[in-house]
């Protein structure tokens, strides 16, 4: 059965940074991506960054371009995301999902498609 576990998270000053981490059972190869996904309250989920487990392939939302950064270690089957220049517009609950059919990473962001979850961070921007 596929689990995915998620680590980090936590409240940090505006400008601050997180490292969010996502460990796979099973190898990352398993799948064809894994992604970063967030949802405000009361705003529908979204994809932040994605990468292709093979090539390393990333893909960002335009918002977080620049501040954030996916990366994996095969491995240790571990996704991480570093989230630098945090604002309090990037507070929302952070899930990390794998998806085992093939996949662009830019699709899976932006349609958020995923076949598994992980059990969901809260992060928190605020002074």
């Known amino acids: 059965q596929t689990q995915l576990v998620q680590s980090g998270g936590g409240l940090v000053q505006p400008g601050g940074s997180l490292t969010l981490s996502c460990t796979a059972s099973?190898?990352?190869?398993?799948?064809?991506?894994i992604g970063w996904f967030r949802q405000a309250p009361g705003k529908e989920r979204e994809g932040v960054a994605c990468?292709?487990?093979?090539?390393?392939?990333?893909y960002y939302k335009e918002a977080v371009k620049g501040r954030f950064t996916i990366s994996r270690d095969n491995a240790k089957n571990t996704v991480y995301l570093q989230m630098n220049s945090l604002q309090p517009e990037d507070t929302a609950v952070y899930y990390c999902?794998?998806?085992?059919?093939?996949?662009?990473?830019?699709?899976?962001?932006?349609?958020?498609?995923?076949?598994?979850w992980g059990q969901g961070t809260q992060v928190t921007v605020s002074s």
């Open positions: 990468i292709d487990s093979n090539d390393g392939l990333a």
């Open positions: 999902a794998a998806r085992d059919l093939l996949t662009t990473v830019e699709i899976m962001c932006e349609s958020v498609i995923a076949d598994y």
């Open positions: 099973g190898g990352l190869l398993d799948y064809y991506a």
